[in-house]
């Protein structure tokens, strides 16, 4: 633990109160000095701390911006998502840097946030609009002991973290939309990208890629986009406070990760489909160059989206782009 | 085209008869001085290469080592496979080196070859002997347009392709043993890893990792692998040219993705079945902590074996380890 969460917690501990220098220098043994002179830091990061000589220290409000040391401080120790946190102020793509981190051993749990991304990808390919400070646009390392198609789950695990969390810290009600999209009120407002690395019947690490559209203005989307996206700003009225959304987002991601890890995705899946759009609706999937139409019936055992075709088959689909027909 | 590969190329085209330093000095456009240089290049690279005053330089011999502009003058010009041939003398593992290059954006069809592996790996992260020059270590980078779930045709056609060249090179015949090796006369002698990196319905590259051993003595095996592995010279009793079992091999995964993208994997998973000493066996096979055991019926659409268990279910198994019973 960095200096700067002690200091954090410490603040944090007192709930308004003031923790004095001395107290402070104790507990993080080191001078009075060196407190001061990483409070001086704090501030010149946007933190409003009080200084009185006779108190000590009082922190008064935190700024609205991404910092590694305030996200662990607000976390506090999480089972295995957000052990470790790193926050960039532009990278080309989170889901890049948590894979070289992943190439390079570190363990499951790290989570890796960008102020901006310049090549924010969605899924296929497609971009993936991340303008600095509008959004949430962070990816997650794990390395559970899965067979590759079992990785669906994890999306789906994402999904319905993520309404929980969009619902706890918003009060909107987010609607998942098949394989990887959360909407509000009909328009996209996050999307969950899953890539991994795998042997033929093992997986080695599987990178959760999260973008949240938080504090965009209806000017901030191209006008294209305009009519299918939205942000919890646009539908609040008023902005979100990202650091509360970031932490509130990890700890239901480590939660529902641990259901899946103790064997209760089925759970996960009764929670999803109690709040997807595309079950029990007529859809077409494109899944490369085919079409498939049916009715989508429920979730498969593995994630994916069991389809009643016209000819009353049952189809297994892994992932693909959802019309709803009606 | 190198000038190496210009030169190797006349000379072969020479079938054993000589060509003048003057027409090669024309048909690559450098002096006579620099054809001469690169001759005696080649020639300390272990190429014998005769030069008569009168007629020219004549190939008489080319050395046992993997050259990539010789590999390259051996194949011609392939579809796919092998149209970016490197060879290094030691890597970790060939595998990571094709990683870096499908990171980096290089075309489908690249093989990195290495004389020797320091980390050489087996499936699961099992170790893989790879003793310099005593074997046929390498990598070829894929970029199908396949789903994750489809990747494990690619080790089926794999193993068609190589038991192929095997037997073309040598006249031994192997068997398959489902999903990745290579026996002769019931020992271990080739073996196939997979990795794949995707999204969740969308591959974006594989690596097929390939290794023969090729002219092992049986003193080069460990101890206990003694009596489960053993090497083409083993079997042969006298060594393999590595160059020309190299290209044979190329040639047929070359062949057999071409079969795949053109839509027969069918054909490939018949040739599979009829040398597959697995299909029609009791076998149990373990998948993670799983254990399952049953008859082995046939290769599923996908590439999965297909298994009858014990209470008569048809199981889909993408991989494992498997123990015949009878």
Redesign the interface.
Known sequence: MTIDVQILNALRAAAGGSVSGTELSQSLGVSRAAVWARIEELRSLGYDIEASPHLGYRLLAAPDVLHADDLISRLGPPRVIGRDIRVFQSTTSTNDVVEKLA?DGVKEGAVVFAESQTCGRG??GRKWLSPARKGLWFSVLLRP?M???E??RL?VASATALRRALHSQTGLEAEIKW?NDLLIHGRKTAGI??????????I?YVILGIGVDVNFSPADFPAELRSQATSLKAELGKPVFCPHLAVAILKELDHDYARITAGHFADIAEEWEKHCTTIGRNVTIR??ARQISGRAEALGDEGALLLRTEHGHLERI???DVTIEE
Chains 1, 2 share one sequence.
């Open positions: 190439r899924r296929l002991e067979r590759p198609t990785a669906t999306t394989p990208l899953t890539e991994l690395s795998a042997e033929l019947d093992r080695k899944v490369g892994v992932g693909g």
